[in-house]
Structure formats: C-alpha cells, structure tokens
C-alpha cells in the first residue's frame, strides 16, 4: 500500500475536515456578502471585500480538490464548478445582468454541493458514476 492510499490518522483527518469546513464556511460568507450586495445593486465599494474572500477561498477549494484527486475535475462536481467560473466572467461582458448570473451560479452551487452522489460523482469522460481509481481503470 503507498504512502498515498494509506489511512489519515485521527489528528489529521480532524485537522483537514475542520480546515475544509472553515474554508468552506468563510467562502459562503464571501458568497453571500458579494451576491448580496449585487441583488440588491449596493456600492461596489459595500461588498468587494465579500468578492474577495469568495474569489480566495473558492479558490483555494478548488485547489485542495484537485490535489486531492484529479477525477475530481473530470466529475460532474469539478465541471459544474469550473462552469461557475466561467459565468463569473461573464460578469465582465454582461455586467447587467451580474444579479441574474449570481442566481444561477447559486443554484449550481446547491447542486453541486447538495447533489445525490451519482449526479456529483458522474465522469463526463466515463460516462459512469466513478468513486476510486480501480472503477476507472479498462
């Protein structure tokens, strides 16, 4: 077994879970303080700092995602999160209509994050639920 497919010890199983969730619960934070502040057209200045605690630490999210296992971009979760970004730059040429793409990037987020596992887990490249790397291989 390598060092990779090794079980996590306790300690370090707690210390990334409660990381994870940190990271987490101050993206959401970020998220509703910058999608806030656009529904309701308030001064940039208002929520900009809500904007980049959710840029930081969804991206941060998504680093420890992809780190952790590379299917995860190929999984309908890793692709509907990178679908996100891309409607975040549609911001730039579509800037009114920057509330209506915050909906719908919320919504993606519900689904993505609140997803069954076999909508979450689809590869787009298998065309299958894939978990572990033994369900990819032949």
Same mark, same amino acid.
């Given at each position: 077994m390598s060092k990779q497919q090794q079980p996590l010890s306790e300690k370090r199983f707690w210390f990334e879970r409660l990381s994870k969730t940190v990271l987490r619960a101050l993206h959401i934070v970020g998220v509703v303080g910058a999608g806030g502040g656009i529904l /309701?057209?308030?001064?940039?200045?208002l929520w900009i700092h809500y904007w980049m605690m959710a840029m930081t630490t969804g991206s941060?999210?998504?680093? !420890?995602? /992809? /780190?952790?296992? !590379?299917r995860w971009l190929i999984q309908l979760k890793g692709v509907l999160t990178l679908i996100k970004i891309g409607l975040l730059f549609l911001f730039i040429p579509l800037a009114a209509h920057k509330a209506e793409l915050i909906i719908f990037i919320i919504l993606l987020s519900v689904i993505v994050s609140h997803g069954?596992?076999?909508?979450?887990?689809?590869s787009i490249i298998h065309r299958k639920v894939i978990h572990a790397k033994k369900e990819i291989k032949g």
């Amino acid at each position: 077994m390598s060092k990779q497919q090794q079980p996590l010890s306790e300690k370090r199983f707690w210390f990334e879970r409660l990381s994870k969730t940190v990271l987490r619960a101050l993206h959401i934070v970020g998220v509703v303080g910058a999608g806030g502040g656009i529904l /309701v057209g308030a001064d940039k200045g208002l929520w900009i700092h809500y904007w980049m605690m959710a840029m930081t630490t969804g991206s941060l999210l998504l680093i !420890w995602e /992809v /780190v952790r296992d !590379w299917r995860w971009l190929i999984q309908l979760k890793g692709v509907l999160t990178l679908i996100k970004i891309g409607l975040l730059f549609l911001f730039i040429p579509l800037a009114a209509h920057k509330a209506e793409l915050i909906i719908f990037i919320i919504l993606l987020s519900v689904i993505v994050s609140h997803g069954p596992a076999g909508l979450r887990h689809y590869s787009i490249i298998h065309r299958k639920v894939i978990h572990a790397k033994k369900e990819i291989k032949g």
